[in-house]
């Protein structure tokens, strides 16, 4: 265990308490229903915890990134797609304007997103532009006093219940990465709307969506930043969020974890509980250090952070170690658990179902060594 502080401490057990009590009873029937979990939202904003480490002064709770990730571990062990929900919209959703807005922008967005009132999506993803996030091939065109987005985004998570969106598209179709700019898009603008929603594997209750744009005309004051510098923005944003991703990832296999222990204390076979059986024990043990590893590294991404220090490469790293590490203890829970570990009646094999995006999503785990690589061969600084 990291040393805490006091104050992570105590965030550590409100969190935990909040989400045993509240959120984890109603994990299975969302994962069926597929609903938005809005009363898991709702209490979340109620806690202060869908604006962790923003300041006070745009609304937030102005706590560290230590705290947010020890919070994004409890709700994603508790209910995995609450925890997606929370971590996106507080990262991708929340950053854009943060990092990059203007002060008018960020007094008229930010406190909204960051209690919660508002719930905030970050749309780069396209058909044609997954790994390859400079190849979008949405467009938005200057006209008169506004901007003009005309394109298809897919995957993009909290689509539909999200109000405020950050929408990357090309304003120089051609000069690839460095045409790319931010716009924040409200729902309900004319031109704007929700597309094809995602029957996914797993976080299900998360909502996945296209967003279509159809001569969607935007102000001018809502450009993000300057022209050209959104695939910047969507980079320095994309680092913070894996550092929620890897937090997710423990979440859901210290849930994992916990399931197979205690059966496999209780379940007796040949007169014996199986955990005294060494074949079984050494499994208990390796999840236990995976998922340890796990965590210290997220955790030392998000004191890098706090410290302002550079933490791009930590962040893809404890990203794609979380994640990995996360699939293999919810299929070694699974194992342990024989037949009701594959049994929709328990819930590991949901956490495997909901571990698996963690490798996928906020960039795949091939394009975190991509990124860890060029941040290693590179003088960039994350
Ligand atoms: N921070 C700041 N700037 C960054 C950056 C970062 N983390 N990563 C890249 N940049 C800058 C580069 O420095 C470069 O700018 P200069 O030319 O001024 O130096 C520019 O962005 C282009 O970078 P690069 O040449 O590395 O871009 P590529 O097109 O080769 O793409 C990867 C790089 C693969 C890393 C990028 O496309 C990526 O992250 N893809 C995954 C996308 C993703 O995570 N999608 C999930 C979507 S949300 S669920």
Redesign the pocket.
């Known amino acids: 265990m990291a040393i805490l502080n006091e104050d992570q401490l105590a965030v550590q057990q409100l969190v935990r308490s909040f989400a045993k009590k509240e959120i984890a009873p109603r994990a299975a029937h969302y994962d069926h229903s597929e609903e938005f979990p809005w009363d898991n939202i709702k209490g979340l904003a109620e806690l202060g915890l869908m604006g962790m480490p923003i300041p006070e002064e745009y609304g937030g709770a102005g706590l560290d990134n230590l705290s947010y990730a020890l919070a994004v571990e409890e709700v994603s062990k508790a209910c995995a797609a609450t925890g997606a929900i929370m971590s996106i919209h507080t990262s991708?959703g929340i950053l854009p304007i943060l990092l990059f807005g203007n002060e008018e922008q960020k007094r008229k967005y930010v406190p909204a997103l960051a209690q919660g009132q508002k719930i905030g999506a970050?749309a780069?993803?396209e058909p044609n532009a997954?790994?390859?996030?400079?190849a979008v091939s949405t467009t938005a065109k200057e006209d008169g006093d506004s901007y003009v987005i005309n394109g298809t985004k897919c995957?993009i998570?909290n689509a539909g219940p999200a109000e405020t969106y950050s929408v990357f598209a090309s304003t120089n179709p051609g000069s690839?990465?460095?045409g790319i700019t931010g716009f924040i898009v409200e729902k309900g603008t004319p031109g704007f709307s929700i597309g094809k929603k995602e029957e996914k594997m797993g976080i299900r209750a998360s909502a996945t969506a296209e967003l279509v744009f159809d001569n969607c005309r935007v102000p001018k004051e809502n450009l993000l930043g300057n022209i050209g510098q959104g695939?910047?923005i969507?980079?320095?944003v994309?680092?913070s969020?894996r550092i929620g991703v890897g937090a997710q990832a423990v979440g859901i296999a210290q849930a994992a974890y916990e399931e197979a222990l205690a059966y496999a204390k209780v379940r007796e076979q040949f007169g014996k509980p199986i955990a005294a059986n060494q074949a079984i024990g050494f499994m208990l043990a390796d999840m236990g250090i995976r998922i340890e590893a796990a965590r210290q590294l997220v955790h030392y991404a998000a004191n890098l952070k706090d410290s302002g220090a550079p933490f791009?490469k930590e962040a893809a790293m404890c990203k794609t170690f979380a994640s990995d590490m996360s699939v293999q203890v919810a299929l070694d829970a699974i194992q342990i658990m024989g037949g009701y570990g594959y049994s929709r009646e328990y819930p590991v094999e949901r956490l495997l179902r909901d571990a698996k995006i963690t490798q996928i999503?906020?960039?795949?785990n091939q394009?975190q060594r991509?990124?860890i690589a060029?941040y290693l061969l590179s003088e960039?600084k994350?």
Do not use: H, Q
Request: charged residues 20%; glycine residues 18%.
């Open positions: 991708a970050f780069l993803t997954g790994s390859d996030a400079g995957f998570s690839g990465v460095k695939f910047k969507a980079m320095v994309l680092d969020a791009g999503y906020e960039g795949t394009i991509v990124v060029n960039r994350g």
